[in-house]
């Protein structure tokens, strides 16, 4: 599995962007994919996460974004998508997408494949 993130880019405080997670290659129903983000001189940290199947538990998300922002994905398009609102200076940072076989999961490493990143910039 490949993955291609797309979508970031400047936008003021209190305003919206959403991010695009194209997946290249086979992922099955036990497949969860997640969104993490890195800003400068910090760790990467988890922010979402979703399965491909419907009925395998709800998605997930971090104290800091629950409520703003919206995981979802297209399974017919293989593309998981993050809808930012209410975005913060605090947001700013480059979002990555990643992919584990499995269940969902927060932790950075029990994720096996990793986007490129797309930058998120939010001013005040």
């Known amino acids: 599995v490949q993955l291609q993130a797309s979508g970031g880019g400047l936008v003021q405080a209190g305003g919206s962007l959403r991010l695009s997670c194209a997946a290249c290659?086979?992922?099955?129903?036990?497949?969860?994919m997640g969104w993490f983000r890195q800003a400068p001189g910090k760790e990467r940290e988890f922010v979402a996460a979703?399965?491909?199947?419907?009925?395998?538990?709800?998605?997930y998300y971090s104290d800091s974004v629950k409520g703003r922002f919206s995981i979802s994905r297209d399974n017919a398009k293989n593309t998981v998508y993050l809808q930012m609102n209410s975005l913060k200076p605090d947001d700013t940072a480059v979002y990555y997408c990643?992919?584990?076989?499995?269940?969902?999961?927060?932790?950075?490493?029990?994720?096996?494949?990793w986007g490129q990143g797309t930058q998120v910039t939010v001013s005040s």
């Open positions: 290659g086979r992922t099955g129903s036990n497949y969860a």
């Open positions: 979703i399965t491909w199947s419907t009925w395998i538990g709800n998605p």
């Open positions: 990643a992919a584990r076989a499995g269940g969902l999961r927060i932790g950075k490493n029990e994720y096996d494949v």
